[in-house]
C-alpha cells in the first residue's frame, strides 16, 4: 500500500531516539523530508546521519528544547525556512519528573505544563497557519496510556496531558474543514531506553532481558511493544488514507488498556 506521502514534510520531536527517532526514520522510508528536533546536537545529529544513509531521505536537524517558548518559535521558523512548508508536525518528546501529586510545588506544575501541554500548543499554532493555507496538515500528539488509565505518581503527565486531549479534540472540530487532522497516541509500554528510566532499573539504558518480561507478563500480548508500532500507525494517520479520521485518541498498548473505548 502506497500512503501516498512523498514529496510531504515532516517536523517530528523527541527525534534522536526511542519513539520519535523510529517515527522520523519511517516517515523518511515513506519518501517525506523529516525535520528532527531533540535538545542535545551530537545524538541528533548522529541520528539524522543514519536515517539519511538508510532511506535517502532529505532531513534537518534542529537542537531545541520544546519547554521553551522561543524554542518553540525558532524550531517552526527553521523548518519553514529549510522545507518551504510543514505538513505533518509530529509533538513527542520526554515527560515531566515522577512523584506523588503532594511533592510538586507551583514551579514543578509550571514546567509541566509548558513541557506537555504548551509545546503541543505552541508548536501547533506555529504549523497552522501554512497548513490552513494548504488545505492539508496533519497534527499528531504523542502522550501516553497512564492519562486514559492514571497510575500513582505520573500525575503530572496525566494531568498535562489529559489537557493535550482536550486540546487536541477541540482543535480537531476547528480545523475539520481546513484540511487539517488531529489525533493523539497513548503508547502502552513500549521498549525504549526510557521503559528503563521508568520502570526498570531507574537508569536510562536498554532494558533488561528480566525486566522486560516482568512487564510482558501485566501486557495481553504478552510482550512490550517496538517503537516502530507507534510509528506505523503515526504514518498511516499522516497519510491520505486517513483523511477522514479527526479528533480520535488511539491506545498502542498489547491490549492492556482496560477501558471498552
Ligand atoms: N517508552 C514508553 O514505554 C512510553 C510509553 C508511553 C508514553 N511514552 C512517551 O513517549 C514519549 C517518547 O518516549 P521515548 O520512550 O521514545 O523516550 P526516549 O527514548 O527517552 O526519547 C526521548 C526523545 O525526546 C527528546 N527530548 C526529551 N526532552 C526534550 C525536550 N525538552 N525538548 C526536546 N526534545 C526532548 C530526547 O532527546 P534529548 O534528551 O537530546 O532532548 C529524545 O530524542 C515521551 O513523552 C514518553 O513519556 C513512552
Not at 17 to 38: D, F, N, P, R, S
Not at 150 to 174: C, D, H, Q
Request: glycine share 12%.
Amino acid at each position: 500500500m502506497d500512503l501516498n506521502l512523498k514529496q510531504r514534510t515532516a517536523l517530528v520531536g523527541g527525534a534522536s531516539k526511542g519513539i520519535g527517532y523510529a517515527i522520523a526514520h519511517l516517515l523518511a522510508t515513506e519518501g517525506m523530508q523529516v525535520a528532527l528536533v531533540a535538545r542535545h546536537a551530537e545524538p541528533l545529529a548522529e541520528a539524522a546521519q543514519r536515517i539519511r544513509d538508510e532511506t535517502g531521505a532529505t532531513v534537518f536537524t534542529i537542537a531545541a528544547d520544546i519547554r521553551l517558548a522561543d524554542d518553540c518559535t525558532r524550531i517552526v521558523a527553521q523548518a519553514l525556512q529549510h522545507f518551504g512548508r510543514i505538513d505533518v508536525l509530529v509533538n513527542n518528546d520526554g515527560a515531566p519528573p515522577l512523584g506523588p501529586l503532594q511533592s510538586f510545588d507551583d514551579l514543578k506544575w509550571a514546567r509541566a505544563v509548558e513541557q506537555n501541554l504548551m509545546s503541543v500548543v505552541r508548536l501547533t499554532r506555529g504549523v497552522l497557519p501554512g497548513m490552513t493555507a494548504n488545505q492539508w496538515g496533519r497534527i499528531i500528539n504523542i502522550t501516553a496510556l497512564s492519562v486514559l488509565q492514571p497510575m500513582v505518581n505520573f500525575g503530572l503527565s496525566v494531568a498535562t496531558w489529559a489537557g493535550v486531549i482536550g486540546y487536541a479534540k477541540t482543535l480537531s472540530l476547528e480545523m475539520a474543514t481546513q484540511g487539517v487532522t488531529v489525533h493523539t497516541i497513548c503508547p502502552g509500554r513500549i521498549a525504549t531506553s526510557r521503559l528503563g528510566t521508568v520502570f526498570g532499573s531507574g537508569q536510562p539504558g536498554e532494558v533488561s532481558a528480566d525486566e522486560l518480561a516482568k512487564m510482558a507478563s501485566g501486557i495481553p500480548m504478552g510482550r512490550v511493544g517496538a517503537p516502530d508500532e507507534i510509528a506505523g500507525l503515526v504514518a498511516f494517520l499522516a497519510s491520505p488514507w486517513a483523511a477522514y479520521m479527526t479528533g480520535c485518541v488511539h491506545h498502542v498498548d498489547g491490549g492492556r488498556g482496560a477501558s471498552l473505548l
